[in-house]
């Protein structure tokens, strides 16, 4: 039993993070269900570090050293569960199963605690980055027990990718489900995030006639201020890269129908039982839906629009610049909403989550990688009970600069008919936020009209009811 650590699921995620741990200089045992792939991993990369390849969950077992620590790194799901079943029993009290896949957290709580009551610890991990992010260096979310970061966080800061300022991009997140969790937030605003890049694309196309190309060339420039970061660096690529077949855009020759795996539904989900107002996630997982409703698009295709008049070309770079403006408030917005889901999430099931520290490991290596997470990081560091990452100063005047922009924008969209679903909730969460009143006490005298289910006064305390199928007076409910 010489290996540090075990891989068992090697897909390209598991492959690649095998091959981190070897290349920074821990022995990995490898164990995969269909042992050629084992086999190909030792055959390619066998001279990049020290490899341990077994066939047997016996032998995968017994090469590791104690406390053992056991990578999973497959099929999120009933695969998961099939995994466990094997090698649990095979293992010894203070082991480790480290579940790198997309659990959902709720699983992830299931097996920790069955696992608990047999001394094994279950760290559901978030893995973020892609097959690339795995090799060179993902940003890391592991949840479980405290114990269990001290024995693995070491090896998780090896391998993981740094910020800037080389801080590596993990932390341990909190008990159980916490680290799954917050993956998943992660997913949903990286979905709002893609999304929002999206509505910008159009309305850059559609309003400000621009191609694909000069649109390249927008993203390239926003890349190198605030909008700095990942998603927004690769569309420029994406929009820059001609067809081969066709000598078309390449964005033109793609069907537009968005497909999904499943974490930012769960996302929504959630927060629809938390009670959360993540609108702009929400409104990404719908855009997608809607992308792949083909034959209701195809129906709709009669439906009446606007005949905007068409814009100057000095108009139209205005336009651009307000477009980017739009883009940060509204990003800004939706990751508001994510964080208030994370702290929701860590209230409800007492994880206990520094949002500081997450915002921090989101820094490298994850999709939504972003200069301005750094921002976000301050933010919290600086004032740790914040609310609401709008209710810090330096974010609101931000926004109050870019306002009148992100206003004009989604009036433009509307007067042309594009829709902007995920730009125009954030705004739309923004101004429920800042006004000193909404209609919900509307709708609650509408609640007491038909269902007797009674409200609150503004100017005392107590409960109410107006008798409004009789003399319409008020009692005390
Ligand atoms: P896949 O999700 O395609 O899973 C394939 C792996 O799962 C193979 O090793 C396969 O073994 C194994 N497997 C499937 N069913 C079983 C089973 N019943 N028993 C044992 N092993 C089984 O691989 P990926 O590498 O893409 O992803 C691995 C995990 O990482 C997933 O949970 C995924 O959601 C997550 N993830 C993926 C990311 C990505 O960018 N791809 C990013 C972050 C997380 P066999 O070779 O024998 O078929």
Redesign the pocket.
């Given at each position: 039993s010489t290996a540090q650590i075990g891989v068992?699921?090697?897909?390209?995620?598991?492959?690649n993070l095998a091959r981190n741990f070897a290349r920074n200089g821990y022995t990995v045992a490898l164990h995969?269900?269909?042992n050629a792939?084992t086999r190909a991993l030792v055959e390619e990369f066998g001279d990049e570090g020290n490899f341990v390849a077994t066939e047997s969950a016996e032998d995968f077992v017994a090469a590791l050293e104690r406390p053992r620590r056991l990578v999973v790194?497959?099929?999120?799901g009933?695969?998961?569960d099939?995994?466990i079943a094997?090698f649990a029993p095979l293992l010894e009290p203070g082991d480790m199963i480290i579940d790198?896949?997309?659990?959902h957290f709720a699983d992830t709580r299931r097996r920790e605690k069955e696992l608990r009551e047999r001394g094994i610890h279950f760290v559901g991990t978030g893995?973020?980055?892609?097959?690339e992010?795995?090799l060179n260096g993902?940003s890391i979310m592991p949840g479980g027990s405290p114990e269990s970061y001290d024995s693995l966080g070491p090896m998780l800061e090896k391998i993981s990718a740094k910020a800037k300022n080389g801080d590596p991009c993990v932390t341990h997140i909190g008990p159980d489900g916490a680290g799954h969790y917050v993956k998943m937030v992660h997913n949903g605003i990286e979905y709002a995030d893609m999304q929002l890049i999206g509505e910008a694309y159009q309305l850059l196309r559609d309003v400000a006639g621009r191609s694909p190309a000069e649109i390249a060339e927008i993203f390239r420039t926003w890349n190198t201020g605030r909008l700095d970061s990942y998603l927004i660096e690769i569309t420029a690529e994406v929009l820059a890269h001609t067809d081969a077949d066709t000598g078309k855009p390449f964005v033109d020759i793609v069907l537009d129908q968005a497909e999904q795996?499943g974490t930012g539904r769960w996302t929504v989900q959630i927060a629809l039982d938390l009670g959360v107002p993540v609108s702009g996630i929400a409104e990404a997982v719908f855009a997608r839906a809607v992308s792949g409703h083909a034959g209701l698009r195809e129906a709709s295709q009669h439906l009446a629009g606007p005949s905007p008049r068409a814009m100057g070309e000095d108009e139209a770079a205005a336009f651009a610049d307000r477009v980017e403006q739009a883009l940060y408030a509204s990003k800004v917005v939706s990751y508001t909403q994510g964080f208030h889901q994370i702290a929701a999430g860590s209230e409800q099931y007492e994880w206990n989550i520094d949002l500081g520290k997450v915002a921090a490991i989101w820094r490298g290596g994850c999709i939504i990688r972003a200069a301005f997470l750094d921002r976000i990081t301050q933010a919290y560091e600086a004032q740790p009970g914040l609310v609401s990452l709008l209710a810090d100063k330096g974010f609101a005047e931000e926004i109050a600069a870019a306002q009148d922009d992100w206003r004009t924008v989604l009036t433009t969209a509307v007067t042309h008919g594009v829709p902007t679903p995920a730009l125009a909730a954030t705004l739309a969460y923004y101004d429920s936020l800042r006004a000193p009143r909404l209609p919900a006490a509307l709708t609650q005298g509408q609640r007491d009209y038909f269902g007797a289910h009674t409200y609150h006064r503004t100017d005392r305390d107590g409960t109410f009811h107006t008798l409004w199928g009789g003399d319409r007076t008020e009692i005390d409910a």
């Open positions: 068992t699921g090697l897909a390209v995620m598991g492959r995969n269900r269909t792939r790194m497959v099929k999120a009933e695969p998961t099939a995994v094997e790198g896949g997309n659990a893995v973020s980055g892609g097959e992010g795995a993902p795996k």
